[in-house]
Each structure stands twice: as structure tokens, then as C-alpha cells.
Antibody
Framework: EVQLLESGGGLTQPGGSLRLSCGGS????????MSWVRQAPGKGLEWVST????????RYADFVEGRFAISRDNSRITLYLEMSSLRAEDTAAYYC?????????WGQGILVTVSS | QSALTQPASVSGSPGQSITISCTGT?????????VSWYQQHPGKAPKLIIY???KRPSGFSSRFSGSKSGNTASLTISGLQAEDEADYYC???????????FGGGTKLTVL
């Protein structure tokens, strides 16, 4: 059974930083691109970032503006999202998802709250 | 404002069919057959229900079907059931800097 489990969320102040992690199991992690998708409270889904299976290319939504960095450690079967210069509008549930333009498996989501 | 446009809400009675539209542009839906649809129940993670316009994941109900015409994709749910009540999101590959775009979501109410 494919499982994705996010961790690392929480409360931080504007301008702060957080690192999200997503552990995968039940599939060959190295064979799949991985992505982050977020959902602000009461709002819709918003693509954040994608990384290729080998990690050699990455893509970001325009709103990231150089503040986030996606990476992966295939030896640890883990996906990361390093977020800095966080803003109130980054408050959302962040989902780890398998795939790059279709997302066939999703984690349960991790809440990131940016507030003073 | 979302890149893809969906109606905010639709409703139908049990047993009926409904269709949710998803309108994009020639840069996304109009060019690529990489439209997917997701179902999200309250407090739950999204679930893939249609990919590549009209393909269903293995084991998923045939009551769900997808189509595309020009810049607009559609999701049809036939034989509505109470458990279909959820939010539905369309998504398309867009290439370039946009890469992936979602619709704003449609809340389906089963009356």
C-alpha cells in the first residue's frame, strides 16, 4: 500500500522558516517525481513545487519567488520542502503528492501557520 | 483567482447525473490531454478520480467519467450517491512557468 506521511509543520512568525518532510513507503520512491500542493483554510488546491525522480530538475509556482526549495533524499525515501521568508498568506495545509502533473497518491497533509 | 474556472457549486438528487465544467485556455487544457480530477471529502486528502482527461484509476467507479472539448474539460458523475457529496477539483499540465494549474473547486451537494 502506497503511503505518504508529512511532518515538520507548525506555527511560525512572518519571516520565519520551516522544513517539511514527507516519507514514502509501499512504492519505489526513486521511480517517481514528487510534488507539494497546498490548501489554505477554506480554499482550493494550489500547486507549489515538483521535483523529478532523480532530483535533477525542480519547478516552482510563481508565488514561491525563490523562498522555497524542494529536494529529496532517495536513500532515505524522503521528500523535503524548505520554506523561508514565510508570509501570512503561506498559511495552509501542505500535501505531499506522488507525481508531477497528475497526483495519484497524497499524504494526509501538514498544517503550516504563519502568524505573529 | 484560479487558473482554471469551475462553478462554485452544483447539486443533484440521488440517481441523477451531474456535470462539472473546467475551463482553461489554449496554454493548458486546450493543448495538453493531461487533465486530472480530484475528489476531496471534508477534512480528508484529495483523491485522484480521473487522469489524462478520461482515464479512471484501477478499481475506481465507472460512474465517474471525463471528457474534453477545446479549452474545457468536464467531469460527469452518473447515478449520484450520497457519498459523492464532496469538493471536486480539476487540474491541468500547463507547461512553461505555470507548469500545473488547478481549478478553484466545485462543491457537489447531493440533495
Amino acid at each position: 500500500e502506497v503511503q505518504l506521511l508529512e511532518s515538520g509543520g507548525g506555527l511560525t512568525q512572518p519571516g520565519g522558516s520551516l522544513r517539511l518532510s514527507c516519507g514514502g513507503s509501499g512504492f519505489t520512491f526513486t521511480n517517481f517525481a514528487m510534488s507539494w500542493v497546498r490548501q489554505a483554510p477554506g480554499k482550493g488546491l494550489e500547486w507549489v513545487s515538483t521535483i523529478s525522480s532523480s532530483g535533477d530538475y525542480t519547478r516552482y509556482a510563481d508565488f514561491v519567488e525563490g523562498r522555497f526549495a524542494i529536494s529529496r533524499d532517495n536513500s532515505r525515501i524522503t521528500l523535503y520542502l524548505e520554506m523561508s521568508s514565510l508570509r501570512a498568506e503561506d498559511t495552509a495545509a501542505y500535501y505531499c503528492a506522488r507525481g508531477e502533473w497528475l497526483f495519484d497518491y497524497w499524504g494526509q497533509g501538514i498544517l503550516v501557520t504563519v502568524s505573529s | 483567482q484560479s487558473a482554471l474556472t469551475q462553478p462554485a457549486s452544483v447539486s443533484g438528487s440521488p440517481g441523477q447525473s451531474i456535470t462539472i465544467s473546467c475551463t482553461g485556455t489554449s496554454s493548458d487544457i486546450g493543448t495538453y490531454n493531461l487533465v486530472s480530477w480530484y475528489q476531496q471529502h471534508p477534512g480528508k486528502a484529495p483523491k485522484l478520480i480521473i487522469y489524462e482527461v478520461n482515464k479512471r484509476p484501477s478499481g475506481f467507479s465507472s460512474r465517474f467519467s471525463g471528457s474534453k472539448s477545446g479549452n474545457t474539460a468536464s467531469l460527469t458523475i452518473s447515478g449520484l450517491q450520497a457519498e459523492d457529496e464532496a469538493d471536486y477539483y480539476c487540474c491541468s499540465y500547463a507547461g512553461g512557468s505555470a507548469f500545473v494549474v488547478f481549478g478553484g473547486g466545485t462543491k457537489l451537494t447531493v440533495l
